[in-house]
């Protein structure tokens, strides 16, 4: 059963999204790459990673940008349309750390009947992911 999505004239800016803390694994970062077809070793291949000098392998934009939707699409519900997603990457997600996701409304347009989520993804290393998101609600 899908969540509801909250109405446009309920939502304020300000208003904070749920946080969200995703576990970043080995089978998350491969099946990611593997998902959106991206075979570069460095996602999938450890050894091919450290000789590049990485610690392990790690996440590609791909996979973070579907988490940055699935983050948004649980506060938005089953009745929302997302309209627009910027993002910006930063460190690395390595396996066996986690991806803590946080946002807020900074936006509403009444014309669109849509709102803007800022948000910010972090990990044990400082910011992930940052950016923004537009999604129209009911």
């Given at each position: 059963?899908?969540?509801?999505?909250?109405?446009?004239e309920t939502v304020n800016v300000g208003d904070e999204l749920q946080p969200l803390s995703v576990?970043?694994?080995?089978?998350?970062?491969?099946?990611?790459?593997?998902?959106?077809?991206?075979?570069?070793?460095?996602?999938?291949?450890?050894?091919?990673?450290?000789?590049?000098?990485?610690?392990?392998?790690?996440?590609?934009?791909?996979?973070?940008?579907?988490?940055?939707?699935?983050?948004?699409?649980?506060?938005?519900?089953?009745?929302?349309?997302?309209?627009?997603?910027?993002?910006?990457?930063?460190?690395?997600?390595?396996?066996?750390?986690?991806?803590?996701?946080?946002?807020?409304?900074?936006?509403?347009?009444?014309?669109?009947?849509?709102?803007?989520?800022?948000?910010?993804?972090?990990?044990?290393?400082?910011?992930?992911?940052?950016?923004?998101?537009?999604?129209?609600?009911?």
């Amino acid at each position: 059963m899908s969540k509801p999505s909250p109405r446009f004239e309920t939502v304020n800016v300000g208003d904070e999204l749920q946080p969200l803390s995703v576990p970043v694994t080995v089978p998350l970062i491969t099946g990611g790459a593997i998902a959106t077809r991206d075979y570069q070793n460095v996602h999938h291949d450890a050894d091919a990673a450290r000789a590049l000098g990485s610690p392990h392998i790690f996440m590609n934009i791909l996979t973070t940008n579907g988490l940055v939707q699935r983050f948004v699409e649980s506060w938005a519900g089953s009745g929302s349309r997302l309209m627009d997603l910027k993002i910006r990457l930063g460190a690395p997600n390595y396996p066996g750390d986690t991806l803590q996701f946080t946002g807020a409304i900074t936006g509403k347009h009444e014309a669109t009947r849509s709102v803007q989520v800022a948000l910010k993804g972090t990990n044990s290393m400082g910011a992930h992911v940052s950016g923004t998101v537009q999604v129209a609600l009911p």
